[in-house]
Every structure is written in C-alpha cells, then in structure tokens.
C-alpha cells in the first residue's frame, strides 16, 4: 500500500495555476488513451508468466551466475528491484552481474577475467537490438562463452530479450537458433517493467507473481498520479525546475535511478521539463543538503517513507522511527528554506508494493509529459547519440 502527503503549495503556486491543470485533466487522458504506446497498463499475460518462471527455473538449475546485458529501460526496473528486494548484506538473492552499461575496457577485461571462473548464463536485452553498449558486451561474452562451452551448451545458456520482428539480436535468434523472449512493440524501455525484459531475471530470486498484483492494485493510484503530475507541472511555472527524488533506505538508490529515467527521457523535450536527481538521506544532507537549505531556489523534492521496516533498538528509541522522524523533521527544515516536499510512505519494500508504486510513477510520468505538451514515449535525443555514434564506430 502507498499513501501521499503532497505539499500544499499554497505558500508557493497561486491556487488557479493548479486549476488550469486540473481542468486540462479529459484531454491528457485523451491524449494518452490514443497512444499506441500504452501496451503497458494492460500487463502481461498469465501465460508468459508462467513461461518466464520455468525458463528461469531451469537455467538456475546449471548456473552459477546469471549476466543480464542491456542499458537504459533494458537495465533499470530489474537492477532496481533487485536490489530493493535483497537483503543489505545476506546473500539472498541469485547472483546477477548488470553489464552493458559501460565501454570502459578495465571493467570489461575484469569481467571476463571473472566468467573464466564461474558458470554463467546470459540474458540479452534491447527493444532495437541494435542498441551499441549491449552488442559490444554481448560479443566479447559470447566469445568468452565459444572458449568455454559447446554450441549445444551455449544454447541453453544464452536467452535473447528483443523485439520479434527486426534488428540484430532478432538476427541473431534466427540464425542461432538462441532461446527468445519476445520486447512488445508497443512497450517502450522505460514503461517495460512488467515484460520478460524485467521479468526473466527477477524471477530468478523474487516472486514476479506478487510483483505483477501489486502492478494491478497500482492502476487504483491513478487519481494521485494526475494530482502529482499536476503539482509538479505547476511548481515548474514557479521555477522549480528540478526535482530531488530522496531516500531514506539506500537500498532504493536504483529506485530513483530508475525514476530519473523515466521522468527525464519521458518529459525532457522540447525545451521542456522538470530535471530529476535523487540524493540519499542522511548521507547528501553533508553533502547537497546547504544548497538545498540556502541555495538557489530551483528545487522541489519527493522524499521516500517506509511505513515497516526492521525493528532494531537504539538508546531505547525503535533506529527506523528515528529514521522517520529525522525525515520529517528534514521536510520541515527545507520548507522553511523555500522547497516544497512531498512525501510518499510505503507500507513496505516487497514485491507487491514495488509493483503498486512502479505504476503509480509510469502513470505519473506519462501525465506529466501530456501536461508539457511532449509525448511521453519516444525519445529522438537518445536516438541522436546512436546516430551520432554509428558514424565513428562501427560494429558488426
Ligand atoms: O526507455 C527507453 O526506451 C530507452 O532508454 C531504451 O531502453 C535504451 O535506449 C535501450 O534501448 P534498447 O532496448 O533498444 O537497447
């Protein structure tokens, strides 16, 4: 379950700028029920459920170690649910290693270094199948792998995540015979949390059954998702022009890694745009905290609460309500010092409520972007990077 206590604003935003965007409220929902990138808020089907838990079921049987390659929504929600749901220091989940994030060649010689060593398996995952980072990563693996293995054991070791139609890891699946997933065409990146893009590796470890009701149950949020679109559409009028996504439990860093993302390549066009940064509290607070206090005044934030947490007992106090309290007490401090927070409680950090509050956010973004007159789910800028790569480097 999530609650919201959004910041009132009155202090800040004049009341009937807030009206102006919650009179546009029929034309954004128009606008987003005419898209055809919606294939998201329908989920995904029992079926491939079922089918994503047994393949995953199998290659744990003879892996030591799955290598999950791919970048950017390809990367994000499982990297951040992964490690929201671990443990910090027990080793409960099944070894994954995320690369195809980085060219740096020292990193890549370590990896390789290191598969030498251990049993691997290997998930491929772009939507384009094209996308430079993850075929460069996925080639010097795959050549690792040929030393390694033979073709028929290879087989079973690599699983391929793209779209079902075209590019080269499509290529690929057709000539190697590789065992696919299929990346629907009409889910982007970023909004592909629920497909086998995510899916697959979670299911390694996390109860993606769970994950998918919560993802269900967050289709309830939608009225808060228009009112926080709302909101922040209406402080960047007021010159809030960036937004600190804060944690209070580091394991959700890759949380808001993930809500960066997603905001930024959702809304950033155009010219237009909240710019989305994350901090984790207390740490940041020695660190970015003056400029938030006392600095210029271009910011809003959205802290992270968690209603359950461990018990641990400090001084007599109960450690997590300290961590609470301290978290209000900062929303007061920064209120007084000019930046609007609100404040969004999870009952827990589980697979049910990472599902409820994942939607609530991919909901929220989409809004946002349709109050900014851009569309939501494409993104020309990162496209242009490609382009601009492909004319200096060129791969197979
Ligand atoms: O959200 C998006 O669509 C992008 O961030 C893509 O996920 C990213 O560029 C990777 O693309 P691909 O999955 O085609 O490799």
Known sequence: ?????????????????????????????????????????????SSLISKI?????????????LVVIGIGGSFLASKALNAALSSYFE???FPIIYAGTTLSSAYMQGLLSYLDKIDFSVNVISKSGNTLETMVTYQLIKEKMQEKYSLEEMKKRIIITTDAKEGKLYQEVEKEGYFSFPFPTNIGGRYS??????????AFSWDIDLLNQGYQEGKKYQEQAYT?????????????????????????????????????????????????????????????????????????????QIQNSSFLNYQGNNLHQMNCTISDSV???????????????????CEKTMGEVMY???????????????????????????????????IQ
């Open 1 to 45: 379950m999530i609650t919201f206590e959004f910041e009132k604003l009155d202090s800040f935003i004049s009341p009937s700028l807030k009206e102006k965007y919650f009179n546009r409220k029929e034309e954004v929902f128009a606008s987003f029920q005419r898209s055809d990138m919606t294939g998201w808020v329908k989920g995904i089907d």
């Open 53 to 65: 838990k047994e393949k995953a079921k199998e290659v744990k049987e003879y892996s030591d170690c």
């Open 193 to 202: 949390v629920m497909t086998a893009a995510h899916l697959f590796p979670l």
């Open 360 to 394: 609530f956010f991919m909901m929220s973004a989409a809004f946002s972007a349709y109050l900014f007159e851009v569309d939501p789910f494409h993104q020309e800028g990162v496209e242009i990077y490609k382009q601009e790569i492909k004319k200096s480097v060129h």
């Open 331 to 349: 929303a007061s401090a920064h209120r007084q010092g000019g930046v609007p927070v609100h404040t969004i409680t999870l009952d827990s950090i």
């Open 91 to 93: 080793k409960d989940a």
């Open 228 to 304: 926080y679109a709302v909101l922040r559409r209406s402080l960047f009028d007021c010159g809030k022009y960036v937004e600190n996504y804060s944690v209070y439990e580091p394991k959700l860093f890759y949380f808001t890694e993930w809500l960066k993302q997603l905001f930024a390549e959702s809304e950033g066009k155009k010219q237009q745009g909240i710019l989305p940064i994350s901090t984790i509290y207390t740490r940041d607070l020695h660190s970015l905290g003056q400029f938030i206090q006392e600095g210029n005044k271009i910011l809003f934030e959205t802290f992270f």
